[in-house]
């Protein structure tokens, strides 16, 4: 009996040993080959909006059966074909058609996509949204099935519907295949990142909230670890990219704190740029807002228009308590502020407020720095109470250039 069993273990240990993902392969070529061919769409009328059409469209297979994927597709009326965009929802989003039609409106086709197998209503009783049959894996905490095969888990599948949302808008005969970006918020940030490391038919990238080295967070990522789990952080995919990325976020996020952004944006500075939002909450709504993040726009409109001018660029990056930068720009730099901390940056729950649901870093201090337009550069000199701090360099069109994020010892 024991010999038995023992062969049994022998007979599906090869087996099990199979479905371990081979990580040294880029992920890339661990992904269908069909994410690259244009899918099959289903019409879903009922929950069109307007001009904006609602429809199912077939991805990779889940458990050995089709999956299809719940999206809203818009296209702007134009005589040529128009750029594009993916846009990415974040935890507790869904296919949000005002997303789509945001950028309708600015002349962009669009598709926004549910990617944990939901419609975009909610269930009557108020037990979260209405899922339908021919749905994948729902994410699960964060990177909690990352033991799991790799076509079981869900960031695989996640991954793998974006590149056939890419795919599917760029077969579009209104789309110009050439001219396709992505913006993603929250998790959407986490996967826009990963893909645009990845994928590099994109010409644009914008993840808000969302980076990589989310092992070294100070707020709510700060649980993951593992290689398993790390094997999905962005960072992994996107430092040997090129695809031209802004990376946004707020200074007060406890979901995505402050330094890994900073840690995002020096990996791909040589074709990327930041902008911090002092004081923006976290959301759909603000990390979609061209009011709050009008960067988003001009990158996009820059990169798949050919309009506007660049965002500044900062091409010498502040190091010590005597700021020193320089910058590229082709608007007039109006003001250069200092946000700055007298303590090491870390987070936590506010000290009035200790049941608060996210915690945050302390309260940042401003100062406004002396900017030489002759010369391109910026200079301020901070209080030797300071141990943590960036800058933001606001142009004429009020759009935010961010530093790195700045933490000194006691002698810097």
């Known amino acids: 009996m024991i010999k038995t069993a023992f062969l049994c273990l022998l007979a599906i240990l090869p087996i099990a040993l199979s479905a ?5 392969r880029p992920l890339n070529e661990l992904l269908d080959p069909t994410v690259y061919q244009a899918p099959a769409m289903h019409p879903h009328p009922s929950h069109d909006v307007g001009d904006i059409k609602a429809v199912f469209y077939d991805s990779i297979d889940y458990n050995g059966q089709p999956k299809r ?21 974040g935890g507790g989003g869904t296919a949000f058609h005002k997303w789509v ?39 699960v905490g964060r990177f909690n099935d990352a033991e799991k095969p790799l076509e079981a888990q869900w960031m695989y599948h996640a991954v793998s519907d974006i590149f056939v949302a890419h795919t599917l808008l760029a077969s579009l005969p209104q789309v110009d295949a050439d001219r396709i970006g992505v913006t993603g918020i929250s998790w959407g940030g986490i996967l826009s990142s990963l893909v645009s490391g990845i994928d590099d038919r994109y010409k644009c990238a914008m993840p808000v909230y969302g980076a990589g080295y989310l092992y070294e967070s100070y707020g709510h990522f700060k649980s993951v670890s593992g290689d398993a789990q790390k094997y999905w952080d962005p960072a992994r995919h996107f430092k040997d990219g090129s695809v031209p990325t802004l990376w946004v976020n707020s200074d007060v996020d406890g ?35 061209p009011k709050r993040v009008p960067e988003i726009y001009a990158l996009a409109d820059f990169y798949l228009k050919g309009e506007g001018a660049p ?102």
Request: aromatic residues 8%; glycine residues 8%; hydrophobic residues 35%.
């Open 20 to 24: 371990a993902p081979d990580t040294s």
């Open 69 to 89: 994927v719940f999206a809203y597709i818009g296209v702007p009326k134009s005589d040529k074909p128009v750029p594009a965009m993916v846009l990415v929802h």
């Open 101 to 139: 039609k945001l950028w309708n409106d600015r002349g962009y086709a669009a598709i926004a996509m549910d990617l944990e197998g939901h419609l975009p209503e909610n269930v009557a009783s108020g037990g979260g949204r209405l899922s339908h049959d021919h749905s994948g894996p729902s994410r």
């Open 255 to 289: 979901h995505f704190s402050i330094n890994i952004t900073s840690h995002s944006f020096e990996t791909t500075s040589d074709h990327a740029w930041m902008t911090i939002h002092p004081g923006m909450k976290h959301g759909h709504g603000a990390g979609w807002d």
């Open 311 to 412: 965002l500044v660029r900062i091409v010498k990056q502040p190091s010590s308590r005597s700021v020193e930068l320089t910058y590229e720009a082709e608007t007039a730099i109006e003001s250069a502020t200092v946000y700055y901390l007298n303590e090491p940056i870390s987070y936590r729950k506010p000290a009035n407020n200790p049941k608060a649901k996210h915690s945050g870093p302390g309260t940042w201090q401003t100062l406004e720095a002396k900017v030489d337009p002759a010369t391109r550069t910026v200079s301020a000199q901070l209080p030797e109470a300071c141990m943590t701090y960036y800058v933001n360099l606001k142009d004429s069109r009020g759009h935010l250039a961010s530093s790195v994020l700045v933490e000194l010892g006691n002698t810097d």
